[in-house]
């Protein structure tokens, strides 16, 4: 998707608050809607799928439960559907998405 290297989070903390920025990436996304919905409503569900995939990482941080490595999110087959100037924040998603895949840049570990 990108050429170049993209950098994972480097502890569990910055992990944590790279889907926290971007929950709230979402919030402004649907507020973005229901101001000025005309152009971007379809992308709804998208949104949707998004915020709960996200919540759903975040609580498995919190207790406990998460897995690196368990192949792509889901909702990264759907991020190629939607203009880049629709999700600004899809590098941010890419990035979570590589960390999940290849876990926590530790040194110069690749």
């Known amino acids: 998707m990108y050429k170049t290297k993209v ?3 480097r502890s569990t ?4 608050g790279l889907i926290e920025q971007a929950l709230d990436d ?3 996304i649907r507020q973005s809607i229901e101001f000025d919905g ?8 998208f949104i949707d799928e998004l915020e709960t995939s996200l919540k759903e990482i975040y609580q498995s941080m919190k207790d406990g439960t998460y ?11 759907s ?3 939607y203009h880049a100037s629709m999700i600004p924040f899809r590098f941010l998603l890419v990035r979570i ?10 040194g110069d570990q690749d």
Do not use: C, Q
């Open 97 to 106: 998405n590589e960390t999940h895949m290849k876990g926590l840049e530790i």
């Open 26 to 28: 979402i919030w402004d």
């Open 67 to 77: 897995e690196f490595a368990t192949g792509d999110f889901p909702f990264m087959a």
């Open 7 to 9: 950098v994972r989070a």
């Open 38 to 45: 005309e152009g971007i409503v379809e992308m709804g569900s």
């Open 79 to 81: 991020l190629d559907n």
């Open 13 to 16: 903390n910055e992990y944590v």
